[in-house]
Nanobody
């Protein structure tokens, strides 16, 4: 099995930045891609960004393009989400997701609040 632990959330003012981390452990070799999702109160969970482990190919939701950057450090088994120019509408619980050949794994989530 794969386990994921997120960190880096918090309270930030509009226009500020945060970096989320997602550390993976367990059967790391089975992970093909990783992603960040978010869920705001009363809304469905939405995909924010994805990255493949081997090639590092990335994709972003239109709402975060040019503001967020997903990256990976394979030596540390960690994926990051750098979030710049944060807006109040980015407020949500952010979840890390790992895609393996047979199942998906979710982290516990980390709260990001953008407010003045």
């Amino acid at each position: 099995q794969v386990q994921l632990v997120e960190s880096g959330g918090g309270l930030v003012q509009p226009g500020g930045s945060l970096r989320l981390s997602c550390a993976a452990s367990g059967r790391i070799f089975s992970i093909k891609a990783m992603a960040w999702y978010r869920q705001a109160p009363g809304k469905q969970r939405e995909l924010v960004a994805t990255i493949t482990i081997s090639g590092g190919n990335t994709n972003y939701a239109d709402s975060v393009k040019a503001r967020f950057t997903i990256s990976r450090d394979n030596a540390r088994d960690t994926v990051y989400l750098q979030m710049n120019s944060l807006k109040p509408e980015d407020t949500a619980v952010y979840y890390c997701n790992a895609v393996t050949t047979t199942y998906n794994v979710w982290g516990q989530g980390t709260q990001v609040t953008v407010s003045s």
